[in-house]
């Protein structure tokens, strides 16, 4: 394919975009397939010669389309949001063309750069403390991960260098794997399943801390277990917190949680994967405090700041500790302001090498819809989770099961999980809304995520209304 | 921005992305600026209000193209090549508007299925063997990874997995620190940093086995590693064998290697990621003879299979050993179809839980360019690396460094590290091509790799006459 036709096929593709996310609420928000339906629609390898453009997009409507799971559909109430916005995706297409690597500063000066400059942005609207922005010259600073995971997995592996160079620093003979042995990190029982796979991956225990009633971390339940393992001979190194769990929206309490960590140097992680975004709200700003007693913090733009994936966010107050943990400097990679101290090489920050220029996508963003725009965007979200709220509150056959802060409402029948899951696949089986449950204790709950860029008052009253006339359904064949 | 304006804008997008890269040419591949240069060039916070569209493409030429390393350029010969194509940034856009989050099957069944098929496409265009294809029932299979690195961190992690497992079967009382202070992988001296990386992350030591004369990694120094590992008691359990090392594009004698691994019961990875996308030509195919001993094997179609990047194609000959070093499930992430060993769940095979679709750019790339079209790219870029070896080759002031196998000819000035470090300086402060060095034993060496997708002979004739050119200069100043 030339330039030519790319032209006219880039500008095709333009218009099939719009069209599609026009037209994604008349699409069904979950396929019909069964597994393995795709394979037999497709040839068993690679033609050998060139196919024509029209003939993938046919198949783009025959094959795919049938078995995506629309998460831009207004009728999309599961997981979390992903984002998804238009300048976001024209900054995409400016990031595939330029199409660098941007490992170190040589690689390309403007992709490392804007990424340090966007990220003290974002700061900046996060209100955060000084220390973790970047400036000219600060200790601190914030990378693009791509995704909260990796965000954790490289705080957790910062952490446990940290140390472990201390402890070698007292006692030469201790080997790492003797301190690694010993080591151990905490989260509350609603963290997510992330932070446990980081234990794992590091080859750390990692213990969870039973969450209060409102399902938050509080600093008796953390100094209780610190107590107990200190007392055994563990070394406690390394905590995440998280602001908005991803069960129930949930806030551990970081302002407890912070102090303690800071005074038995332990490294604290703050994750706020879906909750970062509200932050730029100055009514919700509140709920970040504490990240001033955090060594990082991070949250996902893309997944409520309508920056597409993938954006994760995160920033350290010192970012030798961040890149001591991974330094490495073969020769193919180094470059002559190596050691000036002025620059940033983000292979040191990061799980791979290489890494796109995505912070386009947060200049486009964040210019396009303006500040101003991001807090009206997040404030519509959060009206309608209370909307929702409101709805389900009116009914007496349903309970709210956690507090609704932001976009997430918990909620269930009264009544066994036995019921709960009948409702939840009866919803899903109808196919007209997606939800996914969640386990708050020994309760089935269903979770609705406000999700799309697109949902409006009229789909939370629909969706409700579905639910309602299903639960309905379901009590009546109960008794009968 | 609404749909009607992304509409106008994605257009105009199109056209300047097309613009751009048939104009790279003329853009100066390697930028002037100096380190910190764009902060000074944009405001300190982000905007309060939105800005327009062309205020943001005003900058982008304005401020980040003059700060941009242009990898497309013909006039690039640094690092390795990445890829870009029409069709993949078609599929990208396409990949951008569905957005959806294929962690699991359910998430999206069309990204997870079309990506099963794909790496089995290309699989069957490696001729890989049989046990690495996913087919309808295969426990093999394969799955996109963001990068090589992230490739060797996860088969490092799962053959830590298994090997503990294994001991803790036969001796319940090992606990996983004591299995892990004993365990030892092995790679090459010239393997890329990145497996140094996933031996720091994975805690385990990381043992460079001297190469040979051809910088290849041989049975002789990897048997006589291990006896001595064995007889202090350590435990060899991982090789990672590189095919197309990054210095040099030198290859590990895996049939040399192979057999050793699966008699000492030491999960092999190969690292192909440069080289791998020439094994679907027949002539190149017998450099990846010995893939039958390996246990993982990955290659970056994102560097020369013209699917930008990323997307790093990695197979396993036993998913479960896979899946079962990370395999956490939470409910919010099960689903009907979990249980029933037809589906797949790619969070279960790679680091972070969220994931793009991926598998669109190879679709799309596989059938525009037909794999003939692709083997006619390969074999270009190779023709013009033997090209400029012919052409380095006739000046007997040079002299080439490594065996020139596909794109990468490794060369220098007959003399001291110094000479070339200063002609490596010449090139790059001239800044009509992009080199960079590498190591090779004390050698300090020039790297010149095909890069671009729009590279011809008349670059590579202008190149050497260039290299030339600034050899004499500094050959003469040094008379002087």
Redesign the interface.
């Known amino acids: 394919?030339?330039?030519?036709?790319?032209?006219k096929?880039?500008?095709e593709?333009?218009?099939?975009?719009?069209d599609?996310?026009?037209g994604v609420e008349k699409r069904q928000v979950y396929?019909d397939?069964e597994?393995?339906?795709?394979?037999p629609l497709?040839p068993?390898?690679?033609?050998?010669?060139?196919?024509t453009?029209e003939?993938?997009m046919t198949d783009?409507e025959k094959?795919?389309?049938?078995?995506?799971?629309?998460?831009?559909s207004p009728n999309f109430f599961a997981?979390f949001p992903?984002?998804?916005?238009?300048?976001?995706?024209?900054a995409?297409?400016?990031c595939?063309?330029?199409?660098?690597?941007g490992f170190s500063?040589?690689?390309?000066?403007?992709?490392t750069?804007?990424e340090?400059?966007m990220m003290?942005?974002?700061g900046?609207?996060l209100e955060l403390p000084e220390a973790f922005l970047a400036g000219?010259n600060g200790e601190g600073g914030g990378v693009i991960q791509?995704?909260?995971?990796?965000a954790t997995?490289v705080a957790l592996?910062a952490a446990r260098t940290k140390v472990t160079r201390q402890l070698q620093a007292a006692s030469p003979e201790l080997?790492?794997?003797?301190i690694?042995?010993k080591l151990v990190a905490y989260s509350s029982d609603q963290a997510?399943?992330?932070v446990?796979?980081a234990g794992?991956?590091?080859?750390v225990k990692l213990k969870a801390i039973p969450s209060d009633g409102k399902f938050a971390m509080r600093a008796s339940a953390l100094q209780e277990a610190l107590e107990r393992d200190k007392a055994a001979g563990l070394i406690p190194f390394f905590v995440v917190a998280t602001l908005g769990t991803?069960?129930c929206c949930s806030f551990d309490n970081v302002l407890e949680v912070g102090p303690i960590c800071n005074r038995e140097n332990m490294w604290l992680h703050i994750d706020a994967a879906y909750a970062g975004s509200a932050f730029i709200c100055p009514e919700f700003r509140h709920l970040l405090n504490g990240v001033e007693f955090a060594d990082s913090f991070n949250f996902n733009p893309?997944k409520w700041l309508l920056v597409?994936?993938?954006c994760s966010a995160m920033w350290v107050k010192n970012r030798n500790n961040l890149t001591g943990?991974?330094k490495?400097?073969?020769?193919?990679?180094?470059?002559?302001?190596q050691d000036?101290g002025?620059?940033t090489d983000y292979r040191h920050w990061q799980?791979?090498?290489?890494r796109?220029f995505r912070s386009?996508k947060m200049?486009?963003v964040?210019?396009?819809?303006?500040?101003?725009?991001l807090q009206a965007y997040i404030r519509k979200h959060v009206q309608l989770s209370r909307e929702f709220e409101s709805l389900v509150r009116q009914d007496p056959r349903f309970e709210i099961c956690a507090e609704v802060t932001l976009g997430l409402v918990c909620f269930r029948l009264k009544g066994s999980n036995k019921l709960n899951e009948a409702l939840l696949?009866k919803i899903?089986n109808a196919k007209k809304i997606h939800l996914?449950?969640?386990?708050l204790r020994d309760k089935?709950v269903l979770?609705f995520a406000i999700c799309s860029r697109s949902v409006e008052s009229a789909h939370i009253q629909h969706a409700w209304k579905h639910i309602r006339e299903l639960a309905t359904q379901l009590l009546q064949s109960g008794k009968e």
């Open positions: 394919m030339n330039a030519s036709e790319f032209r096929r880039g500008k593709m333009v218009d099939y975009v719009a599609y996310i026009e396929p397939v597994p393995g339906y795709l394979r497709i068993a390898t690679a033609p050998q010669d060139p196919e453009f003939d993938i783009v094959i795919i389309m049938p078995g995506v799971t629309h998460w831009h997981y992903t984002a998804s916005s238009y300048p976001a995706m024209l995409d297409m400016l595939g063309a330029i199409g660098c690597i500063w040589a690689a390309s000066p403007a992709c750069e804007l340090t400059v003290d942005w974002l900046k609207m000219s791509g995704s909260a995971s990796e997995l592996l080997t790492q794997a003797a690694m042995e997510h399943s992330s446990e796979r794992l991956i590091g080859g991803t069960s893309h597409n994936f993938d943990a991974f490495l400097d073969p020769v193919y990679l180094k470059h002559s302001h000036s002025l620059i799980l791979p090498l290489g796109r386009l200049w486009f964040f210019r396009i819809y303006g500040v101003k725009g696949e899903n996914v449950p969640c386990h089935f979770r």
